[in-house]
């Protein structure tokens, strides 16, 4: 059998903090990320058009050999990813899975909140799509019990241009943290839903109070696909195992590697592809 590594994929930077987490959780496996960075951002296309691209990205790496596809990015999941499992892959790919972040996360919300009073953080195309209400309304088992929303369109361009640590980072970080809580005061977690967001964090924290949870995606999909993998081993025994990542983009590359090495706190190299 031959094997092969598992895909990444995002729209641009933010899914190398899921990559990051999962480097760290699943050592041994190979990895391979692809960022759309020439047709980033999703968050304001339309359904159509999210579709279309991460159907493409999702082929590319399906053509590299990629036997899973982890959809890293939350305005994917929410637009293009269930069109992806249902109508997609049994004719294309019956034999290959496409995961997302959006399912894992509401899962963990389940289990750590204590009143069912939910805030969403994310970009416009997540919070318009609806995708996280509907989602923990039908997973978290009746656990949750409102889930209120804000989009933050200010915070992707504020950690893309490196600039989380000025004055424009505090007053929008502030501006949306105090927009969420005034929606439900009652609120007692708190989902970043984007993996762009936890670069802020420190921000974020600063004018959250201290008994909201705040849920960062990066170690809830590693801790879930490590859970997958055990439960699946036929996906297991297909996944190439030599600690190697390769990253891709449609973008210069040399633009890619300066962001990227900020996510993932080290040096990339990288390479840019068409499909």
């Given at each position: 059998m031959k094997q092969a590594p598992i895909g990444v994929f995002d729209s641009g930077y933010g899914g190398l903090?899921?990559?990051?987490?999962?480097l760290k959780t699943l050592p041994k496996y190979d990895f391979l990320y692809l960022g759309d960075n020439a047709r980033t951002p999703y968050g304001?296309?339309?359904?159509?058009?999210?579709?279309?691209?991460?159907l493409q990205a999702v082929n590319y790496l399906f053509d590299q050999g990629c036997p899973l596809v982890i959809i890293a990015c939350n305005t994917a999941s929410a637009k293009a990813l269930r069109n992806i499992q249902m109508?997609?892959?049994p004719h294309i790919a019956p034999d290959r899975r496409v995961l997302g972040v959006i399912r894992p996360s509401v899962e963990k919300v389940a289990e750590i909140t204590k009143n069912g009073h939910v805030g969403v953080l994310g970009t416009v195309g997540t919070v318009v799509s609806e995708s996280y209400p509907i989602e923990l309304e039908k997973w978290s088992g009746g656990h949750v019990k409102s889930?209120?929303?804000?989009?933050c369109p200010m915070w992707v361009p504020l950690v893309e241009n490196n600039e989380i640590d000025t004055e424009g980072a505090d007053y929008f970080v502030r501006k949306n943290i105090k927009n969420v809580l005034e929606k439900d005061p009652d609120i007692d977690t708190l989902i970043l839903g984007c993996t762009h967001y936890p670069l802020l964090e420190n921000l974020i924290r600063k004018y959250v109070p201290p008994h909201i949870e705040?849920?960062?995606?990066g170690h809830i999909i590693a801790e879930k696909l490590l859970d997958y993998l055990a439960r699946h081993?036929?996906?297991e025994e297909r996944l190439s195992r030599g600690g190697k990542v390769d990253?891709?983009?449609t973008e210069a590359a040399d633009n890619f590697t300066g962001k990227a090495s900020l996510f993932m706190g080290r040096e990339v190299d990288a390479i840019t592809v068409s499909y």
């Amino acid at each position: 059998m031959k094997q092969a590594p598992i895909g990444v994929f995002d729209s641009g930077y933010g899914g190398l903090t899921v990559l990051k987490e999962l480097l760290k959780t699943l050592p041994k496996y190979d990895f391979l990320y692809l960022g759309d960075n020439a047709r980033t951002p999703y968050g304001t296309r339309s359904f159509d058009v999210v579709y279309k691209y991460t159907l493409q990205a999702v082929n590319y790496l399906f053509d590299q050999g990629c036997p899973l596809v982890i959809i890293a990015c939350n305005t994917a999941s929410a637009k293009a990813l269930r069109n992806i499992q249902m109508l997609d892959l049994p004719h294309i790919a019956p034999d290959r899975r496409v995961l997302g972040v959006i399912r894992p996360s509401v899962e963990k919300v389940a289990e750590i909140t204590k009143n069912g009073h939910v805030g969403v953080l994310g970009t416009v195309g997540t919070v318009v799509s609806e995708s996280y209400p509907i989602e923990l309304e039908k997973w978290s088992g009746g656990h949750v019990k409102s889930t209120v929303q804000e989009a933050c369109p200010m915070w992707v361009p504020l950690v893309e241009n490196n600039e989380i640590d000025t004055e424009g980072a505090d007053y929008f970080v502030r501006k949306n943290i105090k927009n969420v809580l005034e929606k439900d005061p009652d609120i007692d977690t708190l989902i970043l839903g984007c993996t762009h967001y936890p670069l802020l964090e420190n921000l974020i924290r600063k004018y959250v109070p201290p008994h909201i949870e705040i849920l960062k995606q990066g170690h809830i999909i590693a801790e879930k696909l490590l859970d997958y993998l055990a439960r699946h081993p036929e996906m297991e025994e297909r996944l190439s195992r030599g600690g190697k990542v390769d990253f891709r983009t449609t973008e210069a590359a040399d633009n890619f590697t300066g962001k990227a090495s900020l996510f993932m706190g080290r040096e990339v190299d990288a390479i840019t592809v068409s499909y």
